[in-house]
């Protein structure tokens, strides 16, 4: 049973425009929600996370956005650079310091 | 920001053998850190949390006889997967999340992964 759920397997925009990477989740439980960046080969690295208190958090050209009643959060970033490509994964946990639960991933590219 | 860092990034050793993969917190102290494996273009599975002076926590589906782990200080975990195989070859990643109120926030921090290639 997967517990965090990135549907689309991979996104494409274009520079400068928008990129929303969505994340769905099944445990009521969960309570801290998180981001993180990956290239190949690489361990990933944090980019930005919201407290289940929250409905908003942003971070320089990331927000996050978390809507508890649908179980949903999504990250946005504007506007978007080639750096930018990589896989993005969502994760959630609950309590601190406990396991974090990994969506699959998503592929982000941003054409020039 | 807080660093992990995983030794070694990259091995490869004969089928049989046995390979010791480390990770470490290198600016903060570590109660629990976590094994993750990651398959080609597959999300990271937990394979097991690390507990400082205690035994480990195994998900289900990983045979604590095969990967083991041992935590011996706040800093230091280590992944022995022993008698490797072929389809032990993967990307193993370690993380470690601050003891609560050593920081600011509770993201884990991601050593840089090792790839075991087991031929």
């Known amino acids: 049973d997967q517990q965090v759920k990135q549907n689309s397997p991979s996104l494409s925009v274009q520079e400068g425009r928008i990129s929303i990477l969505n994340c769905d989740y099944t445990n009521s439980m969960f309570d801290y929600f998180l981001w993180y960046k990956k290239y190949p080969a690489e361990g990933p690295t944090f980019l930005i996370s919201?407290?289940?208190?929250?409905d908003e958090n942003e971070d320089g050209r990331f927000t996050v956005f978390l809507n508890k009643s649908a179980k949903h959060l999504s990250l946005h970033i504007v506007p978007s650079q080639p750096g930018d490509s990589a896989v993005y994964f969502c994760a959630a946990s609950w309590g601190a310091n406990s396991k974090l639960t990994f969506g699959k991933g998503i592929t982000l590219s941003v054409r020039p | 920001g807080a660093v992990v860092s995983q030794h070694p990034s990259w091995v490869i050793c004969k089928s049989g053998t046995s390979v010791k993969i480390e990770c470490r917190s290198l600016d903060f102290q570590a109660t629990t850190m976590f094994w993750y494996r990651q398959f080609p273009k597959q999300s990271l599975m937990l394979m097991a949390t690390s507990n400082e002076g205690s035994k480990a926590t195994y998900e289900q589906g990983v045979e604590k006889d095969k990967f083991l782990i041992n935590h011996a200080s706040l800093t230091l975990s280590t992944l022995t997967v022993t008698s490797a195989h072929p389809e032990d070859s993967s990307f193993y990643i370690c993380?470690?999340?601050?003891?609560?109120?050593?920081?600011?926030?509770?993201?884990?921090?991601f050593g840089q992964g090792t790839r075991l290639t087991v031929v």
């Open positions: 919201i407290s289940s208190i929250k």
């Open positions: 993380s470690a999340r601050m003891i609560a109120g050593q920081g600011p926030n509770t993201e884990a921090f």
